[in-house]
């Protein structure tokens, strides 16, 4: 099985612009899960999707955005980018919804903003 | 709230040596899971071994076992036969209802 990829590898924007991730889940995965990783805060949890619908949410302000579409891959999309936004951005995929079920990683996004 | 603590920012082991990276937890949950990752320099993270909370045997993965102790909230990840191929950043990662909660990562350098 093909695992979870993750769409552009390396993206570089200016402030104020906004960006578009893509994440395509491991075949028959219906939950994504999207998580923020930078040196000074660590790896932190944005949200997850489950058929669509997005089921839980991390403490991050209304600029960060996803969604999830029916073939279970799921787009993040981050709008006014600021210089703090600049993080690997990793999506993970399960079987099912929540934590309690192993999630595979994608290779991550690298996000730079100047 | 719930708390990853890996007191260990850094360990270094030689090959084919033994090794124990430790992580202690908080939380009031009763259904959750553990699990250890590892992040090469290619940042791609990799499951290693994955513990259910209510199960009192410790998990096993070749090389890789833990030592989960429920009552202290303590879940140690030990390395056998270490390999040069093991050195990367470990994240200790209880998984609950709704998300993983990550540590801050221990760096594991292994010697030839």
């Known amino acids: 099985k093909a695992g979870v990829t993750q769409t552009p590898r390396y993206l570089i924007k200016t402030r104020g612009q906004q960006v578009t991730l893509s994440c395509s889940p491991i075949?028959?995965?219906?939950?994504v899960s999207w998580y923020q990783q930078t040196p000074g805060q660590g790896l932190q949890f944005l949200f997850e999707?489950?058929?669509?619908?997005?089921?839980n949410k991390g403490n991050f302000p209304g600029r960060f955005s996803g969604r999830q579409f029916s073939n279970s891959r799921s787009e993040m999309n981050v709008s006014t980018l600021e210089l703090g936004d600049s993080a690997l951005y990793l999506c993970?995929?399960?079987?099912?919804?929540?934590?309690?079920?192993?999630?595979?990683f994608g290779p991550g996004t690298r996000l730079t903003v100047l | 709230a719930q708390t990853v603590t890996q007191s260990q920012p850094e360990m270094s082991v030689q090959e084919a040596e033994t090794v124990t990276l430790s992580c202690t937890y908080d939380?009031?949950?009763?259904?959750?899971?553990l699990f250890w990752y590892k992040q090469p320099p290619s940042r791609q993270m990799i499951l290693v071994i994955r513990?259910?909370?209510?199960?009192?045997q410790n998990a096993t993965e070749n090389r890789f076992s833990v030592n989960f102790q429920k009552a202290a909230k303590s879940f140690s990840l030990k390395i056998s036969d270490s390999q040069l191929g093991d050195a990367a950043m470990y994240f200790c990662?209880?998984?609950?209802?709704?998300?993983?909660?990550f540590g801050t990562g221990t760096r594991l350098q292994v010697f030839p």
């Open positions: 075949s028959g995965h219906r939950s």
């Open positions: 990662a209880p998984g609950y209802t709704d998300k993983l909660i």
């Open positions: 939380t009031s949950e009763s259904d959750y899971y």
């Open positions: 513990q259910e909370a209510y199960k009192q």
């Open positions: 999707y489950f058929s669509e619908t997005q089921r």
């Open positions: 993970a995929s399960s079987l099912t919804t929540g934590a309690t079920d192993t999630q595979y």
